[in-house]
């Protein structure tokens, strides 16, 4: 007896599957769980075969008569319907590979042609990128929806979006089966570039340590090369990022047009000291005035030097910058790593410093010229006296609070300052210092202030 949709609905489920058949090889299979599937059952090169036809109610009756036959018509044409669905599937599965693999590989005009690839950068491989898209496009899938799409095994689809969902690319629902829905790629895609992001920086925090590791005990063969060229220009922005990044005390440095580099408003924090001094022909620059200003008021100290001998950068009193070429910005780059020759540079520098005249400006922003440092006097005003009641160097040294390399050093500037060549004369000068007042000599060469 053909079914009735009244019949349908008034069908009981049992404990066992039943089957109410409307002819012809049709039939409605009710299952213990209450659902209700059109089946076809057909006989094909001597072969029983069975081809489904929907649900109900979603595929009624009348859907379901017209499917078994348009089934009916291909069996009497030869065809065996359940093939021909099979090869209809697989064509629509290769469409949509195809439609996929130009989404991905062949960008429209309106895609970036690296956006297809730039994916990669944060850890998704080709296979999870192409989920995500579909995912995208289609807003909502399960998995047997992607399985469709992308031609694969339910296992392997299932895994495969499991993977962009641990990425923050998709979530589901908690229904069943699953509705994998694909993240916003704004908040996804710049998640994952700021973990990306962290772990690189995460990975820049072990350089010291693998500098302290590369810098471990040498043999004579293997010592750390004090100087170094550096030609290229790359390279050296590098180094210079390094230093301002790893700067730690202090950093000084001579001025002179053109500009060996500026400093960096990241130079400038708490417990380091920038120092530079500049000379007449970087003033002379347009802006550096400007520039002056403005370092200054971000806690640089600033001086100024008639002429100074080079141009030169020090980071920490262990690198040095020295351009070969003081005329030529583009030139090659002398490097100078702790050593002999670094602590030259360092003296020079302080002595030029104390000679040096500050820089000021004005609320209103004017440039003023303050006086030298009397730093050199103090220093005259602690030394002299030790030097003159006859102590050695190890006892003045312990006396001020200073090492012996430290003594010399204050010692040797003193001379410097006062033109002298001799710790007698350096004396002597010291005296007439005193007593400016009084400076005329005998016939012998004893001062006045000496006679009796």
């Given at each position: 007896?053909?079914?009735?949709?009244?019949?349908?609905?008034?069908?009981?489920?049992?404990?066992?599957?039943?089957?109410?058949?409307?002819?012809?090889?049709?039939?409605?299979?009710?299952?213990?769980?209450?659902?209700?599937?059109?089946?076809?059952?057909?006989?094909?090169?001597?072969?029983?075969?069975?081809?489904?036809?929907?649900?109900?109610?979603?595929?009624?009756?009348?859907?379901?008569?017209?499917?078994?036959?348009?089934?009916?018509?291909?069996?009497?044409?030869?065809?065996?319907?359940?093939?021909?669905?099979?090869?209809?599937?697989?064509?629509?599965?290769?469409?949509?590979?195809?439609?996929?693999?130009?989404?991905?590989?062949?960008?429209?005009?309106?895609?970036?042609?690296?956006?297809?690839?730039?994916?990669?950068?944060?850890?998704?491989?080709?296979?999870?990128?192409?989920?995500?898209?579909?995912?995208?496009?289609?807003?909502?899938?399960?998995?047997?929806?992607?399985?469709?799409?992308?031609?694969?095994p339910l296992n392997a689809a299932q895994r495969l979006l499991s993977k962009i969902e641990n990425l923050g690319l998709a979530t589901h629902s908690p229904e069943r089966p699953r509705r994998y829905i694909a993240s916003p790629p704004e908040v996804a895609i710049e998640a994952l570039a700021n973990r990306r992001h962290a772990d690189i920086e995460q990975a820049r925090l072990t350089i010291p340590e693998l500098k302290e590791q590369a810098a471990g005990p040498a043999t004579s063969n293997e010592r750390e090369q004090v100087v170094e060229v550096i030609t290229n220009r790359a390279a050296l922005g590098q180094i210079l990022t390094q230093l301002y990044q790893n700067l730690q005390g202090e950093a000084f440095g001579f001025q002179r047009a053109p500009m060996l580099t500026p400093v960096s408003?990241?130079?400038?924090?708490?417990?380091?000291?920038?120092?530079?001094?500049?000379?007449?022909?970087?003033?002379?620059?347009?802006?550096?005035?400007?520039?002056?200003?403005?370092?200054?008021?971000?806690?640089?100290?600033?001086?100024?030097?008639?002429?100074?001998?080079?141009?030169?950068?020090?980071?920490?009193?262990?690198?040095?910058?020295?351009?070969?070429?003081?005329?030529?910005?583009?030139?090659?780059?002398?490097?100078?790593?702790?050593?002999?020759?670094?602590?030259?540079?360092?003296?020079?520098?302080?002595?030029?410093?104390?000679?040096?005249?500050?820089?000021?400006?004005?609320?209103?922003?004017?440039?003023?010229?303050?006086?030298?440092?009397?730093?050199?006097?103090?220093?005259?005003?602690?030394?002299?006296?030790?030097?003159?009641?006859?102590?050695?160097?190890?006892?003045?040294?312990?006396?001020?609070?200073?090492?012996?390399?430290?003594?010399?050093?204050?010692?040797?500037?003193?001379?410097?300052?006062?033109?002298?060549?001799?710790?007698?004369?350096?004396?002597?000068?010291?005296?007439?210092?005193?007593?400016?007042?009084?400076?005329?000599?005998?016939?012998?060469?004893?001062?006045?202030?000496?006679?009796?």
């Amino acid at each position: 007896m053909p079914l009735t949709e009244t019949s349908i609905r008034n069908a009981k489920v049992s404990s066992k599957p039943r089957k109410l058949s409307d002819g012809s090889g049709l039939y409605l299979l009710l299952n213990p769980n209450g659902s209700r599937w059109w089946r076809f059952d057909y006989r094909h090169a001597g072969k029983r075969k069975t081809l489904s036809m929907g649900t109900y109610p979603n595929t009624n009756l009348k859907d379901a008569r017209d499917s078994s036959a348009a089934a009916r018509k291909l069996l009497a044409a030869g065809v065996d319907p359940g093939e021909q669905r099979k090869a209809a599937k697989a064509a629509s599965s290769d469409r949509a590979i195809a439609n996929l693999e130009a989404i991905t590989r062949e960008p429209s005009t309106k895609q970036s042609p690296t956006l297809a690839r730039s994916l990669r950068a944060l850890g998704i491989d080709d296979a999870e990128e192409r989920a995500y898209r579909v995912l995208l496009a289609h807003r909502m899938a399960t998995v047997g929806d992607i399985a469709t799409l992308l031609n694969l095994p339910l296992n392997a689809a299932q895994r495969l979006l499991s993977k962009i969902e641990n990425l923050g690319l998709a979530t589901h629902s908690p229904e069943r089966p699953r509705r994998y829905i694909a993240s916003p790629p704004e908040v996804a895609i710049e998640a994952l570039a700021n973990r990306r992001h962290a772990d690189i920086e995460q990975a820049r925090l072990t350089i010291p340590e693998l500098k302290e590791q590369a810098a471990g005990p040498a043999t004579s063969n293997e010592r750390e090369q004090v100087v170094e060229v550096i030609t290229n220009r790359a390279a050296l922005g590098q180094i210079l990022t390094q230093l301002y990044q790893n700067l730690q005390g202090e950093a000084f440095g001579f001025q002179r047009a053109p500009m060996l580099t500026p400093v960096s408003q990241e130079t400038m924090r708490q417990g380091v000291r920038i120092r530079s001094i500049s000379d007449a022909t970087y003033l002379d620059l347009p802006g550096a005035v400007d520039s002056l200003r403005l370092v200054t008021q971000m806690g640089e100290e600033a001086r100024v030097f008639p002429t100074l001998p080079v141009k030169m950068f020090v980071v920490d009193r262990r690198v040095g910058l020295i351009p070969l070429n003081a005329g030529d910005p583009s030139g090659p780059i002398l490097l100078v790593r702790a050593c002999a020759l670094l602590e030259a540079l360092c003296s020079l520098f302080e002595l030029i410093w104390e000679k040096a005249t500050p820089i000021a400006f004005t609320r209103t922003g004017k440039l003023e010229m303050g006086k030298p440092s009397t730093h050199l006097s103090e220093v005259a005003g602690q030394l002299i006296p030790l030097l003159a009641a006859g102590l050695n160097d190890k006892a003045i040294a312990h006396e001020v609070g200073i090492s012996g390399t430290t003594l010399t050093r204050r010692i040797a500037e003193l001379m410097k300052s006062s033109e002298t060549r001799t710790r007698f004369q350096l004396g002597w000068s010291a005296a007439l210092d005193a007593f400016p007042a009084d400076q005329s000599v005998n016939a012998v060469g004893t001062p006045a202030r000496a006679r009796r």
